[in-house]
Structures are given as structure tokens and as C-alpha cells.
């Protein structure tokens, strides 16, 4: 069992860097600020996400694995706010 979890954790961390680094590739190429926004914190909320979702298994308990997703929830709250303040800004 515990190769199983090793694998679902590596599997999970790797497909939240590859949204990771797709972000940073939407980041740099897309031509607008808007676009540019949107590519950056949908792609790095989902890899957040999924690296939160390998990470749970090995946080000792349901108090690390609270403060885990919590992180998380607190980083799309303001990753939403950030963005919202920079498009406004920009406009």
C-alpha cells in the first residue's frame, strides 16, 4: 500500500508542476494583461491543487491536512482578488 501512495503522491505533484510551468508559459506568450491573468491563475489554482491533493497523504493527521487545503482556499481567494485589482488597474 505504501508504494501505491508514494506513486499517487509523485503522480499528483508532477501533474500540478506541469500546470505550474503551462501557467508560466501562458504568462509569457499570451499578447494582453487579461489573457496573461487568466492563464496564470487557473493553471497555478489547479496545480496548487493538485500538489495539496499529493501532499495530503503524508501530513500526519486531520489537523496538517486542514491547514494543508486551507493554504490553498486562502490562495485562490486571493489569487481572485490580486487579479481582479491588477485587470482593473490596467484597464
Not at 491563475?41 to 491543487?49: C, I, R
Not at 491536512?65 to 490562495?75: E, N, P
Amino acid at each position: 500500500m505504501s508504494g501505491l501512495l508514494h506513486a499517487f503522491t509523485i503522480l499528483a505533484v508532477s501533474a500540478g508542476v506541469v500546470f505550474f510551468i503551462a501557467g508560466t508559459v501562458g504568462l509569457v506568450r499570451f499578447p494582453d494583461v487579461p489573457t496573461r491573468l487568466h492563464a496564470l491563475t487557473k493553471a497555478d489554482n489547479v496545480g496548487l491543487g493538485l500538489v495539496v491533493l499529493g501532499l495530503l497523504p503524508y501530513t500526519g493527521g486531520l489537523l496538517g491536512a486542514l491547514k494543508l487545503v486551507s493554504v490553498w482556499l486562502l490562495t485562490l481567494l486571493s489569487g481572485a482578488i490580486v487579479t481582479q485589482l491588477i485587470a482593473r488597474a490596467v484597464r
